[in-house]
């Protein structure tokens, strides 16, 4: 019996980091050829993470260009795609989340007439314009798949409000969950000396990453605004690490209010494994990111989230996360809650993690074992916080 082709494609480094334990997950199955493409929509941040976790890639579309927009995006990751699929004539593709790649793999596969597995299926924020392009992204995708790996009971339920056969649906976990497990060490070093050299113990180190599309202008604005006044307020007694993103636009409003401020530490983005292991350390974690959402649960931190909207309220309603948007007075009354009141943050920190249990890749394989007639064998689903 021939093997069972399998092409994952990814081209960001939030995906890279969530499809590299299932990329090696499938590595270790005897039934499965797997191949790996990347669409390099982010170029330097997405090496990072292949090379922590010694990814060989099959294809690399290297599509990113500076200032590149989403045509741009879509019309270079679809032009690849197409010689990729002629070649491989895969059995499956799988593809991750709700970047542009996302999608347009997605699309690529279904004129192509291949199977489509969504991994982190069913999130969403109901709001098209936020996050953008992203919910739209995830949605299109959902319309386009064939086998659906939702993370979360509530991802299901969301897929199922829609028309999703329950039959293609399946509750595995997060695969974050599962790469916190390669990255995260208690005796870690640094490779930036400046990182080791802070006072963790003494200082409460809030992490922040601020970049989305849709904060850009007066809502960044606002964001680097209450974190300059933070950092005035406490002092010595706050110390705030801001990974700051490589677009222009992002750059220019940090660098501009926040550069020079002695308790701030404005740093190139971190590889994965040194974000992993600061977040771990920190005291308190603010972001837009959707990623970090499900990470910094997992490490016990509160997690500000600087949107209006998210399509991941699972931690929202545990209590580890708290949306708090983007205004200045509301993000600065909320960081300074969890910076004086122990109550309140004890509280955050110790609810329970809602996004899985480090065995999503396991679960993702055997569905699609099962899914194929390699096993008669359904997964068991993943019970959120359990």
């Known amino acids: 019996m021939s093997k069972l082709k399998v092409v ?8 890279a980091i969530k499809m590299a334990p299932l990329i090696k997950a499938l590595e270790k199955e005897k039934d499965f050829e797997s191949k790996v493409c990347v669409t390099a929509q982010h170029r330097d941040m997405l090496d990072q ?50 970047t542009t790649t996302t999608f347009v793999a997605a699309l690529a596969a279904f004129y192509n007439k291949i199977k489509i597995g969504h991994v982190e299926a069913g999130l969403r924020s109901f709001n098209k314009w936020f996050p953008y392009p992203e919910e739209i992204n995830r949605k299109l995708t959902g319309v386009l798949a064939d086998l659906h790996f939702a993370p979360t009971p509530k991802a299901k339920t969301n897929l199922l409000k829609e028309g999703v056969s329950e039959d293609s649906i399946f509750i595995t976990g997060n695969t974050v969950i599962d790469a916190m497990a390669y990255t995260i060490k208690k005796d870690y070093v640094f ?18 990453t601020a970049h989305r599309r849709e904060n850009w202008g007066k809502p960044l604005e606002n964001i680097c605004n209450a974190l300059k006044d933070i950092s005035l307020e406490y002092g010595n007694k706050v110390y705030i690490v801001y990974p700051v993103h490589m677009n ?42 959707g990623g970090l959402q499900e990470e910094v649960p997992f490490l016990g931190k509160p ?31 909320e960081a300074s809650i969890l ?9 955050m920190a110790n609810a329970v993690n809602p996004y899985g249990d480090g065995k999503a890749s ?3 394989v055997q569905a699609i074992k099962y899914v194929f007639g390699l096993t008669g064998i359904k997964p068991e689903e993943y019970k959120s916080g359990g």
């Open 362 to 364: 396991f679960r993702i």
């Open 191 to 208: 490779r930036d000396e400046r990182l080791n050299k802070i006072d963790y113990e003494n200082k409460k180190v809030i992490v922040i």
């Open 8 to 15: 994952s494609i990814f081209g960001t480094r939030p995906e």
């Open 248 to 289: 222009p636009v992002v750059r220019e409003t940090v660098f501009n209010i926040l550069g020079g401020l002695d308790n701030v530490l404005l740093l190139e983005p971190l590889d994965t494994d040194e974000m992993h292991n600061l977040m771990a350390r920190c005291y308190m974690v603010m972001t837009d990111s």
């Open 339 to 347: 910076l004086k009141n122990k109550e309140e943050y004890d509280r």
């Open 49 to 98: 993470v292949l090379r922590l976790f010694n990814i060989v890639t099959d294809y690399d579309l290297n599509i990113m260009k500076e200032r590149q927009t989403l045509f741009q995006i879509t019309t270079s990751v679809l032009t690849g795609l197409e010689e990729v699929f002629k070649k491989e004539n895969p059995d499956l593709v799988l593809v991750h989340g709700d």
């Open 303 to 333: 997690v500000l989230v600087l949107r209006d909207v998210t399509e991941r309220p699972e931690a929202v309603e545990a209590g580890t996360v708290k949306l708090v948007g983007t205004a200045y007075e509301k993000i600065y009354k």
